[in-house]
């Protein structure tokens, strides 16, 4: 790893000073990304801003119809909360597939959210639950967020705070795991709330993305049955090592089948 | 730039000089000699190097030692008390929870986070829960058992 200037804000104020201040900086959340990129020196960069002191950033809340979760909440307190547990079942659940129970220690949602992995799960929530992320700045609705592949709309100085998320009627994640990294193959996160029905593919594509044919099935009908005859299209979609851009569109059916039959 | 940092390890404070980019698991084993943490994979994928940071298993190979400044670390040396060692040491060796022994420090550390908030952890929970602790030699069996039966000792 190469070396870098440390620096712990204990108020957002401070880390985006901190942010505009430096040639380079980095922010860190949980470091679960991070760290391993400095560790193969695949980043160099001049400051890393660690947000693990902010008091206020981690936590989770109930406001109005909505769960609110903080940015630096970690996986381990979503997945174990009995808030989340009693309200969204499906992000616990989510939550709790992520990584293992030391990564699940330290990594955050808003870390996953401001790196947008291909493979992250949380995307997946964000989108089909119709989630809103308010940064320092403003609120960035979830379909505006995730723009490609470990892109997202925050701007370079913009620090992530919490996530909104509507509570749905009913919700399910199902994930395809990589059984040596965990990460989702392919991921389908499936909800019917204020927004309407909605499917959100996540591991499959550049980025997460909507699957509108599916929704528009299951809008009719909230069954299996209802996406039981759909293929999703396989142009665009991810190909490596792992699985072909065409297994990966059958895995797309598979689990949003299965997702909505957990969903019930 | 070297900056010193101070922490509780084990129950003792202790404060060393570190850089920003030095790892926990470097400031255990270079700078306060404490080698039973290991380091694995150094990817955070093995958990051989896994310690208890403010009380949760973490891995010390992915956490920088600043990050750590003011917390409670506890390592596998923090386990034995007094020349007797922690309920789940013991079974480990009761149940030949081991082969190599290179595992073993993250596998314990581990099965004592587990077995606090889940004081009688069935097989598939010991299996989930293990996900980040790889064993090259045992094929797990005596491991999952260990900590069975280590988790049972911990209640008294």
């Given at each position: 790893m190469y070396n870098f200037e440390y620096h712990k804000p204990t108020s957002v104020a401070d880390a985006a000073a901190l942010l505009a201040k430096a040639d380079d900086a980095k922010?860190?959340?949980?470091?679960?990304?991070?760290?391993?990129?400095?560790?193969?020196?695949?980043?160099?960069?001049?400051?890393?801003?660690?947000?693990?002191?902010?008091?206020?950033?981690?936590?989770?809340?109930?406001?109005?119809?909505?769960?609110?979760?903080?940015?630096?909440?970690?996986?381990?307190?979503?997945?174990?909360?009995?808030?989340?547990?009693?309200?969204?079942?499906?992000?616990?659940?989510?939550?709790?597939?992520?990584?293992?129970?030391?990564?699940?220690?330290?990594?955050?949602?808003?870390?996953?959210?401001?790196?947008?992995?291909?493979?992250?799960?949380?995307?997946?929530?964000?989108?089909?639950?119709?989630?809103?992320?308010?940064?320092?700045?403003?609120?960035?609705?979830a379909d505006q967020f995730f723009t490609g592949l470990f892109e997202t709309a925050l701007d370079a100085g913009e620090i992530v705070q919490s996530v909104s998320f509507p509570v749905p009627e009913k919700a399910a994640y199902t994930k395809f795991r990589?059984?040596?990294?965990?990460?989702?193959?392919?991921?389908?996160?499936?909800?019917?709330?204020?927004?309407?029905?909605?499917?959100?593919?996540?591991?499959?594509?550049?980025?997460?993305?909507?699957?509108?044919?599916?929704?528009?099935?299951?809008?009719?009908?909230?069954?299996?049955?209802?996406?039981?005859?759909?293929?999703?299209?396989?142009?665009?979609?991810?190909?490596?090592?792992?699985a072909s851009a065409e297994y990966r569109a059958h895995l797309v059916g598979v689990m949003t089948k299965r997702a909505v039959a957990a969903a019930g | 730039m070297a900056s010193t940092v101070t922490m509780t390890v084990n129950g003792k404070s202790v404060t060393g000089a570190v850089e920003a980019r030095t790892l926990l698991v470097h400031f255990l084993r270079e700078t306060l000699g404490l080698t039973g943490t290991h380091v694995g994979c150094d990817t955070s994928q093995c958990g051989a190097c896994v310690v208890h940071v403010d009380g949760k298993s973490v891995k010390s190979c992915t956490i920088l030692a600043v990050q750590c400044a003011g917390a409670d670390v506890m390592t596998i040396e923090g386990l034995a008390k007094d020349g007797t060692l922690h309920p789940m040491q013991e079974a480990f060796r009761d149940n030949h929870g081991l082969q190599c022994g290179f595992c073993t420090p993250g596998m314990v550390m581990s099965a004592v986070d587990l077995a606090k908030h889940n004081p009688a952890p069935s097989e598939q929970e010991v299996r989930e829960w293990l996900e980040g602790n790889l064993c090259r030699c045992t094929g797990y069996h005596n491991i999952v058992k260990s900590v069975i039966a280590g988790a049972k000792a911990m209640q008294g």
């Open positions: 922010l860190m959340a949980g470091g679960m990304t991070l760290l391993p990129t400095l560790k193969q020196r695949l980043a160099q960069p001049s400051d890393v801003i660690d947000l693990g002191g902010i008091a206020g950033l981690a936590g989770i809340r109930k406001e109005g119809n909505a769960l609110v979760v903080g940015a630096m909440t970690t996986h381990a307190a979503v997945a174990h909360s009995a808030e989340v547990k009693a309200t969204i079942p499906a992000l616990a659940h989510l939550a709790g597939m992520i990584g293992d129970p030391q990564v699940r220690h330290r990594g955050t949602i808003g870390g996953s959210i401001a790196n947008n992995d291909p493979a992250a799960d949380y995307p997946g929530a964000l989108v089909a639950l119709g989630a809103t992320v308010t940064t320092n700045k403003r609120t960035i609705a990589n059984p040596a990294s965990r990460y989702a193959i392919v991921g389908s996160f499936v909800a019917k709330g204020p927004s309407g029905v909605r499917v959100a593919i996540t591991g499959a594509g550049p980025t997460v993305f909507r699957w509108k044919e599916a929704e528009a099935a299951l809008a009719g009908s909230f069954t299996p049955a209802a996406v039981e005859k759909l293929t999703a299209p396989s142009s665009g979609l991810n190909s490596d090592i792992h | -």
